[in-house]
């Protein structure tokens, strides 16, 4: 891949980025000199022992927080030189979100939900176009049901209706199947990869599960902050 | 434009889901008390200050020593307000070869304006009230000048060059306290029959008076429009200046029924402010969430904010239905207290307390808000990540401001304002304090106690801050509901007993140096109490300091008339038990050096005098000079003879006295008057009965009005205990599950919590005990003026109260979160 081509289809890059939080104990190093980047339409996974900054990582590379050291750029945008409302703004226009406890707004029904960021977007047509996600991830006949009535499986399709709706260019999923059980799991990663193939979207997922990782195309290892390897899957 | 659209279109999910409930049931409940409140205080009001009208007989009153021109009473009904002209003046009248010297009060048609005459058919018989005027040819006369006279019912009295009727007693006028001092007893004559008796030519000294009444609105245009036109003789009375008794019992009233009002206040400010903290922390993980999404700061505070406006909104519709309907009920429950022939207040209530709320809801919120406004998007990661708090500043700072503003609306008085809002602040930190103190020492007694207590006494310390917060509430709360108990029963009973049973009901004037002891065994012989005899000098003023009276300068204008009208003298040796020495000293009984004198408070103010200045005195004649050696305050209620000019003994010896004095006269001893008046022909008798009723009268209204509005302020205080419950539920219904998923039984976490709250409960009782004696000592003796009795009762029934009220609201609002199954709320993390 030559120079040019690499820079015109950069999505995501992470340049020496490092955090550091103050605790009673002193200074504290959750991440240092990470460097990576992740072009359009790869899916990468980012595995690591617990504690060993991946969520971080996520946090710093979607903008919900700010590295100590070294940026970001996202979609290219250096989130270090945005204001909060900057990066939501970019947010808004290339990211979605799956978390692994959902986050769905509980007193809006499943479709609702879906509609969520493309209202945010300012879409005009955000009930239509929820309504056919949420007929692509299965949830026809639920729509209209809470989070409070719905399984946990059934919350995370919504939760990845929700994230496609808006056709972000990036995809974070933080441990996606971390409160499901193994079948219900594996269906849900299954409708993400068909999802994500279909969209050309990119996808970044942290997780501990190894045949989790090794379906993507790539595997950056974490281990106490520090980035020890970075290779194409087996897969 | 984006947010408003989103908002609404999310509003109607938000209220589907029921958790904005509590506020909007805080502030319907706020405006809903706010509206009965405002319209109790409106109609009472109202009632208490046409009950102080009656002592003028009309709202305004203007006298005259010249006719009052037709121009007047045609402007007045210009304003549309009804009129009726008096004239008054002394003569003598006679019956047969007795004569007697009456106050003749001629009256035109409309008499009164205010109140009611009321008469007797038989002398010192029961009387009746009336309607309309005595009939051309007629008089109605006072029962001690027919007494003086020997006339009865159906005699004839010459009035002037007139023969007229008795054609009933007359045995009360509203406005027979006007300048009583010097009241000869009445007679009520037809206006129409005056030029033809002869009685009025040059020289001879009427009093005319104009009585306007009518809309508050248009009797005050009309009192503004005639202020530049009023030659000098003409002085204009209205209810402030009329009669110092009914009108301290109608400003009282008032100030309790205001007190009140605020109180209700501040109680759904707590309300809506605990409701409003959760209605911010409630959303946190929704900003979060939509920030991830991507929405901008000014987005989601945008959208917050319009779905608090439209909350408010809602509450207001829902508060503003319950306060008419509370409005409705109070009129029909209370319909001999609130004067019905009063326009109805109509929306103005409503408004007022709709306005309040959301400037309430504002003032409370926003702080909250802001802080919404910055919460961090990584909370969609970590779950602690919180938005740093508000600055402490902005948030005292907004709801003060909002508090102190609805407050100075409805107070209206600046000295009231300060006070309240001194105490609650005071008493909020003291609360905050202890509270974290109290917090602190609790985690200490747990390794003591069974595993309930330890868990309920480790969760009051572990919340550390926000258990501080909720006692504050708690005992804020307490503080307004013992206040107003206290406010309730004792203040109105102090204020009760200052008009004793035994109060004096009738006053003798006029009596002679060489009348007293006579008198005084008259009195022994027919069971009275013998009184004390007050001697009266009457003088001018002539100087203060060496300057003439006519040429000094005074604070106000009613310091210039108090020093040139003709004052009432007395002297004594021991100042009256009614009187309260406030500078100076009191002369020694024995004292016989230089005239001194004692002048009353509110005289000194408005005449500019104090301690050493010298007043000299011109009496028959003579001249007396004293200087001034103590300031008094007198108790107008006592209805004993009280002076606003007192001199040491032997300054008037001498000069022309005579006695006045006070006395209770039972209703059965009424006809001895009749013996008294014909033994004694010079003393008149003055009938206090028809007074004191009018204040007894407003005393009972005002005490009613007190109690229903207290039915109010207490919901709005239940409301306070169960929003400060609320705003902790989420983090309950965990734990308990949590504890109840480890192995605990219900019971145990159900005792837990209970241990909670009852030691939040003692807490805030202890503090709330100690917070209302403090403000109702202040309250009763700065504001009432009235003593103040410590009521050990008090902190019984303050602590009782906490505990008991804290632990049902508590086991209201917590016992969904301890019998909700533990895999459901373990679950629940959507």
Redesign the interface.
């Known amino acids: 891949m030559g120079n040019e081509s690499v820079s015109k289809d950069l999505v995501l890059e992470a340049i020496q980025v490092s955090k550091e939080v103050s605790s009673p104990e002193g200074s504290l190093t959750i991440l240092s000199d990470v460097s990576f980047r992740i072009v359009a339409g790869e899916s990468v996974a980012v595995v690591g022992p617990s504690g060993a900054g991946k969520?971080t990582l996520?946090?710093l590379l979607?903008g919900?927080?700010l590295p100590t050291r070294g940026h970001v750029v996202l979609n290219g945008a250096n989130l270090s030189e945005l204001d909060?409302?900057g990066r939501?703004?970019?947010?808004?226009?290339s990211?979605g979100?799956v978390?692994q406890?959902?986050?769905?707004?509980?007193?809006?029904?499943a479709l609702?939900n879906v509609m969520?960021?493309l209202?945010?977007?300012?879409k005009s047509d955000a009930r239509t176009a929820a309504r056919v996600i949420i007929e692509q991830v299965g949830l026809k006949d639920r729509w209209s049901h809470?989070?409070?009535q719905l399984s946990?499986g059934e919350?995370q399709r919504v939760a990845i209706a929700?994230a496609f709706a808006t056709e972000p260019a990036v995809l974070f999923a933080?441990e996606p199947t971390g409160?499901l059980d193994a079948g219900t799991g594996a269906n849900i990663m299954e409708l993400m990869f068909n999802l994500n193939r279909s969209s050309r979207t990119t996808l970044v997922l942290v997780t501990h599960d190894i045949s989790l990782a090794e379906r993507c195309d790539r595997i950056l290892s974490l281990d106490a902050g520090r980035l020890v390897s970075d290779s194409e899957a087996a897969a | 434009m984006k947010a408003v659209a989103f908002a609404l279109r999310t509003f109607g999910r938000e209220l589907r889901s029921g958790e904005v409930l509590v506020l909007l049931a805080a502030v319907g409940l706020a405006v809903g008390a706010l509206t009965a409140v405002g319209f109790l205080t409106d109609r009472i009001g109202k009632a208490v200050a046409r009950q102080a009208n009656e002592v003028l007989a009309a709202d305004l009153r203007l006298r005259s020593q010249e006719p009052v021109p037709a121009a007047w009473s045609e402007l007045a009904a210009g304003y549309g307000l009804d009129t009726a002209e008096t004239m008054s003046f002394p003569s003598v009248v006679f019956a047969g070869d007795n004569s007697a010297l009456a106050s003749i009060n001629a009256i035109s048609e409309g008499y009164p304006l205010r109140g009611t005459v009321r008469v007797a058919d038989q002398l010192f018989g029961e009387q009746r009230e009336v309607e309309g005027i005595p009939e051309s040819g007629e008089v109605w006369a006072d029962g001690t000048l027919l007494a003086r006279v020997g006339a009865d019912i159906g005699d004839v009295l010459s009035v002037g060059e007139l023969d007229l009727r008795v054609s009933a007693v007359l045995t009360y006028r509203p406005d027979q306290s006007i300048g009583f001092a010097s009241l000869a007893p009445s007679l009520l004559m037809n206006a129409a029959d005056i030029s033809r008796s002869g009685l009025i030519g040059e020289g001879s000294r009427v009093s005319y008076a104009l009585l306007v009444a009518g809309d508050e609105g248009a009797v005050t245009a009309f009192n503004e429009a005639i202020q530049d036109k009023l030659p000098e003789s003409v002085r204009i009375r209205s209810q402030e200046e009329s009669s110092e008794r009914a009108y301290n019992a109608a400003d009282r009233a008032q100030r309790f029924l205001s007190l009140t009002a605020v109180m209700s206040l501040l109680l759904s400010a707590v309300a809506v402010a605990m409701s409003a903290r959760r209605f911010a922390h409630r959303r946190m993980d929704t900003v979060a969430l939509m920030k991830s999404l991507g929405a901008t700061q000014g987005f989601v505070i945008a959208v917050a904010l319009i779905q608090l406006m439209l909350l408010g909104v809602l509450g207001v519709v829902v508060g503003s239905i319950a306060g008419f309907a509370a409005e409705e009920l109070l009129s029909r429950i209370l319909v001999d207290l609130i004067a019905s022939d009063l326009p109805n207040p109509g929306l103005r209530p409503v408004v007022l307390a709709s306005g309040s709320a959301m400037v309430l809801l504002l003032g409370f919120a926003l702080p909250a808000l802001i802080q919404l406004r910055n919460t961090p998007p990584l909370r969609v990661l970590r779950h602690d990540a919180m938005p740093p708090p508000p600055s402490r500043l902005l948030v005292s700072g907004l709801s003060l401001a909002a508090v102190a503003a609805l407050l100075y609306g409805s107070v209206g008085d600046p000295r009231m304002l300060v006070i309240l809002i001194g105490g609650i602040m005071v008493i909020a930190g003291a609360l905050y304090l202890v509270g974290r103190g109290l917090v602190a020492l609790i985690g200490r007694f747990r390794s003591g106690v069974g595993v309930a207590w330890r868990y309920g006494l480790a969760n009051v310390a572990r919340r550390g801050r926000a258990s501080a917060v909720q006692v504050v509430a708690f005992g804020l709360g307490l503080t307004v509901l013992l206040l107003l108990t206290l406010v309730r029963t004792d203040l109105l009973e102090g204020w009760r007993q200052t008009l004793d049973a035994d109060a004096p009901n009738h006053f003798l004037i006029n009596i002679q140096p060489d009348e007293v002891n006579a008198v005084g065994a008259f009195f022994e012989k027919n069971g009275v109490k013998v009184p004390r005899f007050t001697p009266l000098v009457r003088a001018r003023m002539t100087t203060i300091n060496g300057t003439s009276v006519k040429d000094r300068e005074y604070p106000n204008d009613d310091g210039r008339w108090l020093a040139n009208r003709e004052a009432n003298l007395s002297w004594t040796a021991e100042m009256s038990p009614s009187n309260e020495l406030l500078q100076g000293e009191w002369w020694p009984a024995d004292y016989d050096g230089p005239p001194l004198v004692s002048i009353e408070e509110e005289s000194a103010i408005n005449a500019g005098l104090k301690i050493g200045d010298r007043l000299k005195f011109f009496v028959a004649g003579q001249q007396v000079e004293a200087g001034i050696a103590s300031i008094r305050k007198v108790n107008w209620d006592s209805f004993q003879p009280n002076f606003f000019i007192v001199l040491s003994p032997g300054a008037l010896d001498g000069m022309p006295t005579t006695y006045i004095s006070s006395m209770k006269i039972e209703d059965d001893q009424q006809s001895m008057l009749v013996d008294l008046v014909r033994s004694y022909p010079s003393i008149s008798v003055i009938d206090l009965g028809a007074i004191l009723e009018q204040v007894r009268g407003i005393i009972e209204k005002a005490s009613l009005a007190v109690q229903a509005v207290f039915v109010f302020t207490l919901a709005a205080g239940v409301a306070v205990l169960f929003a400060a419950v609320q705003s902790t539920i989420d983090e309950r219904r965990f734990e308990s599950a949590m504890l109840r998923a480890l192995g605990a039984r219900r019971r145990t976490v159900f005792f837990g919590v209970m241990a909670e709250f009852a030691a939040l409960g003692v807490a805030a009782g202890i503090l709330a005990s100690a917070g209302a004696s403090i403000l109702a000592a202040v309250v009763a003796v700065q504001l009432f003026q009235l003593p103040y009795e410590f009521n050990p009762l008090l902190w019984v029934i303050g602590l009782t109260a906490g505990v008991l009220l804290v632990c049902i609201s508590g086991f209201f609002a917590a016992r969904g979160a301890i019998n909700a199954a533990p895999a459901d709320v373990l679950r629940m993390a959507t």
């Open positions: 969520s996520l946090a979607a919900l927080d909060e409302d939501a703004g970019v947010r808004a226009d990211v979100f978390f406890s959902f986050h769905l707004v509980p007193s809006l029904n609702e969520l960021p209202e945010l977007a300012g809470y989070p409070s946990g919350k929700r933080d409160n």
